[in-house]
């Protein structure tokens, strides 16, 4: 009889567990219907991507490391500065096509700050002002004297301005994202650096073709 009553306990236990680990939800974080854009993780060889409203999105992975922070706090005020030179397409610009390439610009790297931006909010950092006043250099970035340059240059002058400007901060964009993924671990930066990468090499390609 004691055999028994401690076969029926165990199953009891067994019974129990099974329960909950079947009621227990699956690991990962689902992605809310508002808020920032989330970056799914991406694993070797594939392109990040932007997770949709209520896909369940894997956490985990290597912890944060200084590399990844450092790629954050600079890449803001770099894609900040980008849209500054974008935001005077409209007005300023002569060609359609380039009109249209900075548009594109604008709407891939104003999400990619707002990603960036919750990131380091994540990790307990300041996220920086955009302004690019940091003590840490930027490849790429303009200089004062070429944004006021490129802001009163009109029609086809500004197109070549810009798309000049426009390369080479594309080049140090490209520089700081081969970096992090050399020395970064964090999934969600890592991915974001193969995108910006994979978007960024190809409009290059595009703007050297329209100064051509």
Same mark, same amino acid.
């Given at each position: 009889m004691r055999r028994l009553a401690t076969r029926r306990a165990l199953a009891g236990v067994a019974l129990a567990s099974a329960a909950a680990c079947s009621a227990a939800p699956p690991q990962g974080g689902v992605v809310p219907s508002s808020g920032p +854009?989330?970056?799914? +993780?991406?694993? +070797?060889?594939?392109?990040?991507?932007?997770a949709a409203p209520g896909e369940r999105v894997p956490l985990g992975g290597p912890a944060a490391n200084a590399a990844d922070v450092l790629f954050a706090e600079r890449m803001i005020p770099h894609h900040a500065q980008?849209?500054?030179? #974008?935001?005077?397409?409209?007005?300023?610009?002569?060609?359609?096509?380039?009109?249209? %390439?900075?548009?594109?610009?604008?709407?891939? &790297?104003?999400?990619?700050?707002v990603v960036m931006r919750s990131w380091l909010a994540d990790q307990g950092r300041r996220p920086p002002d955009g302004h690019g006043h940091g003590a840490e250099p930027m490849p790429?970035?303009?200089?004062?004297? &070429? %944004?006021?340059?490129?802001?009163?240059?009109?029609?086809?002058? @500004?197109?070549?301005? @810009?798309?000049?400007?426009?390369?080479?901060?594309?080049?140090?964009?490209? #520089?700081?994202?081969?970096?992090v993924l050399r020395d970064g671990r964090d999934r969600r930066i890592r991915a974001l650096a193969r995108d910006v990468l994979s978007g960024q090499t190809a409009e290059i390609s595009r703007m050297r073709a329209l100064l051509r």
């Amino acid at each position: 009889m004691r055999r028994l009553a401690t076969r029926r306990a165990l199953a009891g236990v067994a019974l129990a567990s099974a329960a909950a680990c079947s009621a227990a939800p699956p690991q990962g974080g689902v992605v809310p219907s508002s808020g920032p +854009p989330v970056v799914a +993780p991406a694993g +070797p060889g594939e392109a990040a991507r932007t997770a949709a409203p209520g896909e369940r999105v894997p956490l985990g992975g290597p912890a944060a490391n200084a590399a990844d922070v450092l790629f954050a706090e600079r890449m803001i005020p770099h894609h900040a500065q980008a849209l500054r030179m #974008t935001a005077l397409a409209a007005s300023r610009g002569a060609s359609r096509t380039v009109k249209a %390439l900075a548009a594109r610009i604008e709407a891939a &790297q104003g999400p990619e700050i707002v990603v960036m931006r919750s990131w380091l909010a994540d990790q307990g950092r300041r996220p920086p002002d955009g302004h690019g006043h940091g003590a840490e250099p930027m490849p790429g970035m303009a200089t004062p004297g &070429q %944004l006021d340059a490129l802001a009163g240059a009109s029609g086809e002058e @500004f197109d070549r301005s @810009f798309l000049r400007l426009m390369i080479a901060h594309h080049e140090g964009a490209l #520089t700081m994202a081969r970096e992090v993924l050399r020395d970064g671990r964090d999934r969600r930066i890592r991915a974001l650096a193969r995108d910006v990468l994979s978007g960024q090499t190809a409009e290059i390609s595009r703007m050297r073709a329209l100064l051509r």
